[in-house]
Nanobody, 127 residues
Framework: QMQLVESGGGLVQAGDSLRLTCQAS????????MGWFRRAPGKEREFVAV????????DYTNSVKGRFTISRDNAKNTVTLQMINLKPDDTAVYYC????????????????????WGQGTQVTVSS
């Protein structure tokens, strides 16, 4: 079992930066692939970024490449999403998610692949 708590959301202006943090509690954090998803008003939840259990591989949705960076600290059980040059289209509730890696090489990018979810943190970007 794993619990995830996101923090760092807020109201910013276009072009600003934010850093989201997901604090995990539970066993074997370092064996879990970690992802960030978001749900914009009136839209489906969508994949944003993923990082492998060891931190060596990452992937991003096209709309955030070059602006968002996912990283993790397995000693602190945290995963972060550094966001720069934010745009109004980035406005959403951002969710942290985790899934135990049991030998899979591919990075999970679909929400049904994840077993654990945080409660979300709101990011609002004004124009």
């Amino acid at each position: 079992q794993m619990q995830l708590v996101e923090s760092g959301g807020g109201l910013v202006q276009a072009g600003d930066s934010l850093r989201l943090t997901c604090q995990a509690s539970g066993r074997l954090f370092a064996s879990h692939d970690m992802g960030w998803f978001r749900r914009a008003p009136g839209k489906e939840r969508e994949f944003v970024a993923v990082i492998s259990w060891g931190g060596g591989r990452t992937d991003y949705t096209n709309s955030v490449k070059g602006r968002f960076t996912i990283s993790r600290d397995n000693a602190k059980n945290t995963v972060t999403l550094q966001m720069i040059n934010l745009k109004p289209d980035d406005t959403a509730v951002y969710y942290c998610a985790a899934v135990l890696n049991v030998g899979r090489y591919s990075l999970p990018k679909a929400d049904y692949e994840y077993a654990y979810w945080g409660q979300g943190t709101q990011v609002t970007v004004s124009s």
